[in-house]
């Protein structure tokens, strides 16, 4: 028996822990995505993709909710970060994940906005946000 923070998917029936409910899993959602990216040459980072797997589908489903909310007026991956209270390490290649799918549901938006270090960055938004 499921308790209540995990769904299975109507799609594929794999079972996901709930963040954005779309009542299919992210996976099926966004398109599947087999495997975190890592750096082939070090371990640590094979292992940390391995790690990230169970929860990385509904990650990218924050991370394309997040884009979605704030529109198009977009966000770097800064901004995301904060907004999200998320790593970059796991936020980055979220987002990434999210430009790769076909077609794309994030794209740069032309634009770009100062960090918090003073340089200027990508302002990302997600695709749906230009079709309104």
Not at 55 to 82: C, K, N, P, Y
Request: overall charge positive; hydrophobic content about 35%; some cysteine.
């Amino acid at each position: 028996m499921l308790d209540d923070r995990y769904i299975k998917c109507s799609r594929c029936g794999k079972v996901y822990r709930v963040g954005v409910d779309l009542g299919i899993c992210p996976f099926c959602a966004l398109g599947k995505i087999e495997t975190s990216p890592f750096q082939p040459h070090s371990e640590t980072s094979r292992e940390a993709a391995q790690s990230i797997e169970p929860v990385m589908g509904t990650e990218r489903a924050r991370v394309l909710e997040f884009l979605r909310s704030i529109g198009a007026i977009g966000a770097t991956d800064e901004e995301q970060q904060l907004g999200m209270d998320m790593s970059p390490n796991t936020q980055r290649p979220r987002r990434i994940e999210l430009c790769n799918t076909h077609p794309p549901l994030v794209i740069d938006s032309g634009l770009t906005r100062r960090t918090i270090s003073g340089r200027q960055a990508v302002v990302w938004v997600a695709m749906s946000a230009l079709k309104n």
